[in-house]
C-alpha cells in the first residue's frame, strides 16, 4: 500500500486548509486510515483516525472541534478539513492506513501556520 498526501502550506491563524491522501497499490478492500503530524523536536503524534466504513471517527482532544477527517468516495481515500488552525498545529501531517496487519505511511505534507 502506498500513501500520497495532498495539500499542505502556508495558512494564517485561524484559517483552514484541506488535506488529503490517496492509496495505491493494495485497495481491494477498504481499511481504517488516519492522520499523525510531528512538529519539529517532537514526537509524531496522533491527530484522526476513521473507520473503514467511515462510520467511526476519533479526534485527538487538541484538534476537536476543529479538525474533521472524512473518507472521499473514491475507496482509501481520506481528507483532513482543518479549521481555526493556530500556530501550534504546525507540523508535518502523515497519512496512515491500517491494512493487511500492517501500517503503512506516506511521506507527509508540511503545514505551517502563521501567527
Known amino acids: 500500500v502506498q500513501l500520497q498526501a495532498f495539500g499542505g502550506g502556508l495558512v494564517q491563524a485561524g484559517g483552514s486548509r484541506r488535506l488529503s491522501c490517496a492509496a495505491s497499490g493494495r485497495t481491494a478492500t477498504s481499511y481504517p486510515m488516519a492522520w499523525f503530524r510531528q512538529a519539529p523536536g517532537k514526537e509524531r503524534e496522533f491527530v484522526a483516525r476513521?473507520?473503514?466504513?467511515?462510520?467511526?471517527?476519533s479526534y485527538a482532544d487538541s484538534v476537536k472541534g476543529r479538525f474533521t477527517i472524512s473518507r472521499g468516495n473514491a475507496k482509501n481515500t481520506v481528507y483532513l478539513q482543518m479549521n481555526s488552525l493556530k500556530p501550534e498545529d504546525t507540523a508535518v501531517y502523515y497519512c496512515?492506513?491500517?491494512?493487511?496487519?500492517?501500517?503503512?505511511w506516506g511521506k507527509g505534507t508540511q503545514v505551517t501556520v502563521s501567527s
Open positions: 476513521i473507520s473503514w466504513s467511515g462510520g467511526s471517527t
Open positions: 496512515q492506513a491500517e491494512a493487511y496487519g500492517m501500517n503503512y
